[in-house]
């Protein structure tokens, strides 16, 4: 550990972090701590070792400028359809928060603060980048060559575009400024395995899904084909109390739900008892677990073909699974609700692709199994009966007129979105995967492509 902290150190001096002063009387400086990490690679051996140096409250939180995990999936998508390279970059010392404006002393240690001097946002507008206003950590620069995207993810970042002469100028600009390692082709970001072939990008968390097996110390080989049974029903008291590690593991599934969204609902319906849970809790936790150890091998997947040309361009690039914050009366309203939830995801994910150079001339179909539903956004006549739940019917029916989304009708068996709302029986959850972007190895047939219904 001495050779990465003695690293970190001379970086921090290298840049002028912190000024030793005497402490003012009127001044109770805070006290920090080294954090030590390992950085791993795909197949799991050691890259190095890393630390960073925190101040003395949440240890174990940083707060820094991250990117939306659909901002990721939308980029490696657009690369693929594209047939973009795709660089990853890593900063070895986070200089990515904004400038420090206030006075902050600190107790003298191995290691300093947050540099003041180096600005990464400032350094990529200079370089002629400019930010996405639809994600702040997205930067776009185009020219008559062609169009270069960057997007960061607190010290990591991925470039990517047709333009490979400013790409290379990006890279050699960054290395003068800030010191950092150029990983190549992407291979692994922010725990995700990234392989590319000929076909697309093949995107999983095989690693990370043995760290959580590992973490919960099963020791059964049991798998199982759904990750929640069928009509299962939990309250808060249900069962023995149990210790802390149920929290810690469906934070970790929260975070693989970015390749797995067929564990999305599941995850959902755990984690509203993960303030107190119980035996009974973990043991449908569990068979998450299991789950996921028998499907481990499954890859998200963004073929190469052009965008929008078929129905094979039905991507994964959101999907979430959320509780509604308010209590309906009926199931039309419901619908309503989360018809305009739907319609503000479309809209921005139609916003950041016009800033990755793609016009959406076409509206967007928003498929729906409720008639009535329908029927009240697409009416624009005031109703009496309706009027408690106007403002989501508005909302979308302004968004049809627009010509963003078109409502469509579609069959509840045929509702792809089901499989993030409610559990299914094995056959049923094999069926929706199977119109999604994923590839099944092993106990499953290999599917590559969504298919529209």
């Known amino acids: 550990m001495a050779a990465c902290v003695a690293e970190e150190i001379a970086a921090l001096e290298r840049t002028g972090t912190w000024d030793l002063v005497p402490t003012p009387s009127h001044v109770r400086p805070i006290t920090c701590k080294w954090v030590y990490k390992v950085k791993t690679r795909s197949d799991g051996s050691l890259e190095r070792y890393k630390t960073r140096l925190e101040h003395g409250r949440d240890y174990d939180e940083t707060f ?43 107790q003298p240690s191995l290691g300093y603060s947050v540099p003041e001097g180096m600005r990464f946002a400032s350094m990529v507008t200079a370089a002629g980048f400019s930010a996405s206003a639809h994600d702040p950590v997205l930067f776009v620069h185009t020219s008559s060559r062609g169009r270069t995207l960057l997007l960061l993810y607190v010290d990591d970042m991925i470039i990517s575009g047709d333009d490979p002469q400013f790409i290379a100028f990006v890279k050699a600009r960054l290395s003068e400024q800030f010191l950092m390692s150029n990983l190549g082709p992407l291979h692994y970001f922010l725990g995700i395995e990234v392989s590319s072939t000929h076909e697309g990008f093949y995107l999983s968390q095989e690693k990370y899904i043995q760290g959580l097996l590992d973490c919960a110390s099963i020791t059964d080989h049991k798998t199982e084909e759904a990750p929640m049974e069928l009509n299962l029903h939990l309250s808060a008291t249900d069962g023995e109390p149990l210790p802390t590690r149920y929290r810690h593991i469906v934070g970790s599934l929260v975070c693989l739900g970015v390749t797995r969204p067929d564990i999305s609902y599941s995850v959902h319906i755990l984690s509203q008892f993960v303030s107190a849970p119980t035996q009974l809790h973990y043991s449908h936790l569990l068979r998450v677990l299991r789950y996921l150890r028998g499907t481990i091998s499954r890859h998200l997947f963004f073929p190469r073909s052009t965008w929008a040309s078929d129905s094979s361009d039905r991507r994964s690039l959101s999907l979430i699974t959320k509780k509604q914050t308010a209590v309906s009366r009926s199931s039309t309203e419901t619908e309503l609700r989360a018809m305009a939830l739907v319609t503000a995801e479309v809209t921005w994910l139609r916003w950041l692709l016009a800033d990755f150079g793609v016009s959406v001339s076409i509206p967007t179909p928003l498929l729906t199994d409720s008639t009535c ?64 972007s994923y590839t099944f190895v092993g106990t499953y047939p290999l599917v590559c492509a969504a298919t529209e219904m």
Do not use: C
Not at 69 to 97: C, G, Y
Not at 378 to 394: C, F, M, N, S, W
Not at 401 to 411: E, N
Not at 424 to 434: A, G, K, N, P, V
């Open 64 to 106: 820094a400028p991250i990117a939306h995990m659909t901002t990721v999936r939308a980029l490696l998508a657009m690369a693929s359809v594209r047939e973009w390279s795709i660089s990853q970059l890593d900063v070895k010392n986070t200089f990515l928060n904004g400038e420090l404006r206030e006075e902050v002393y600190m």
């Open 373 to 436: 539903a329908i029927s009240i956004a697409r009416d624009p006549v005031k109703h009496e009966l309706t009027k408690h739940i106007g403002v989501d019917a508005y909302y979308t029916r302004a968004h049809v007129q627009d010509g963003v989304v078109t409502l469509r009708y579609v069959p509840s068996e045929l509702q792809l979105a089901d499989f993030l709302t409610k559990a299914q029986t094995r056959d049923q959850h094999r069926f929706y995967l199977s119109k999604l």
